[in-house]
């Protein structure tokens, strides 16, 4: 622990592929649109917890604020469904789903450094809170959570005092923590967080030494199966803490935040795991882009909340937006293009591969690029992949000299 002085704290594509096309060039979602998505109806309000189940978006807590609220996205609209767990603000507090049940850890419960382990789970169906097993690291927030296979990680934050660098799983099924080795990245807060193709990422934060707390722009990614972290391209935004993250088609999106508890950013940048690259992905519309919070329902991501640094205080919203990437139209075929097509895309049990060239070679890799699968196929040619675990997959098509990759995604 590193001691703190202060706290401010579709289903049918068709892709034409070009010769050597990169795998996320069709992508584009700086096309994409934001548009409002609703007040919550806290008033201002920061550090909120968030997550989403069966198609319902949900936000509660916060620096202030003790209301819990539900999100319908037919309706566009927020409705109050109560407070949030124990009755407490819950800043900066941990959330997480598993097996359709959410979890919130922590945090702070009056604004003024009381931390606190407590653990509730929320059942959706019953609009009710338990309480379970505390957290075993003690009194936190401000640090990362994920989950990957119905096990959720907790790693990092604030005490009360200090800053740390553990990290915990938690199985839902015996209640129970285990500790895990320290990340590799020091003791930080507020990291933004996604989960892809089974790995667990952490962007961003605010490292603390024993002399001093800077802001970093890494991307680690953790490997469950080790319990070991492998470092990846950076966040190519300016270093920084508070950021928004969710996952969108196969793609991580990372944004706003702020620096020095100065300035704030509206940036967003999405990461694609098979080419372990980062591309502009336009800003977010919101001017309260720090200690916002954000959660996906399908294919669209949400964000809101948050503040920014007044002349001398922080300004907050409880306003929301919603984020939909689209895919643009394929470029016109070179002359040495290999025409192909892939659907359903995402997909589950199988997929359907076209073309106009016969006896394409096709392999399949993971985000790691490990082969998983290789076949050969005619000019149309169903492949099962109902045997993978869901992620993103890249699809090498070989006929003769001429090679093309497609991105999949498995469901």
């Not at 503040?307 to 984020?323: A, E, H, M, N, P």
Request: aromatic fraction near 14%.
């Amino acid at each position: 622990m590193i001691a703190l002085n202060k706290k401010i704290m579709k289903k049918t594509t068709t892709l034409i592929i070009m010769l050597l096309l990169l795998s996320g060039a069709l992508y584009q979602p700086a096309n994409a649109q934001w548009s409002p998505a609703g007040k919550m109806g806290s008033g201002p309000i920061d550090g909120c917890f968030s997550f989403s189940i069966n198609g319902k978006g949900y936000a509660g807590g916060g620096a202030n604020g003790n209301k819990f609220y539900q999100y319908d996205t037919t309706t566009n609209a927020w409705t109050l469904k109560g407070n949030a767990p124990g009755n407490k603000i819950r800043g900066w507090a941990f959330s997480f789903v598993v097996n359709g049940k959410a979890y919130v850890v922590g945090g702070d419960t009056t604004g003024s450094f009381t931390e606190c382990a407590e653990v509730w789970m929320y059942d959706p169906d019953s609009n009710s809170w338990t309480q379970k097993a505390d957290f075993a690291g003690g009194p936190r927030d401000a640090g990362f959570s994920f989950v990957i296979n119905d096990t959720a990680y907790i790693g990092c934050g604030f005490d009360g005092a200090g800053v740390w660098n553990d990290m915990w799983r938690y199985n839902s099924m015996t209640d129970s923590w285990t500790a895990l080795n320290a990340v590799p990245f020091g003791n930080m807060l507020f990291p933004a967080t996604f989960v892809l193709n089974n790995k667990g990422y952490v962007a961003t934060g605010e490292v603390n030494t024993v002399s001093s707390a800077y802001e970093v722009n890494t991307l680690w990614m953790y490997n469950p199966a080790g319990d070991t972290w492998t470092q990846k391209a950076d966040f190519p935004g300016t270093a920084r803490q508070t950021s928004f993250s969710f996952v969108l088609n196969g793609m991580a999106y990372v944004g706003g935040g702020q620096a020095g508890y100065v300035n704030v950013y509206t940036d967003m940048w999405w990461y694609d795991a098979i080419t372990d690259s980062w591309s502009a992905a336009g800003n977010t519309p919101s001017s309260y882009p720090a200690w916002s919070t954000s959660f996906a329902i399908g294919n669209t991501g949400y964000m809101g909340t948050g503040v920014y640094f007044g002349t001398s205080s922080l300004i907050g919203t409880d306003s929301f937006y919603k984020y939909k990437p689209v895919v643009a139209s394929a470029p016109e075929l070179a002359t040495n293009a290999i025409e192909a097509g892939v659907f359903p895309n995402p997909a589950t049990d199988y997929i359907n591969i076209t073309g106009t060239i016969n006896n394409k070679d096709v392999t399949v890799l993971d985000v790691t690029g490990r082969v998983v699968k290789t076949f050969s196929a005619g000019s149309k040619q169903q492949l099962y992949i109902g045997d993978l675990e869901p992620g993103i997959y890249l699809l090498k098509l070989k006929t003769g000299v001429k090679t093309a990759n497609i991105r999949v995604i498995k469901e």
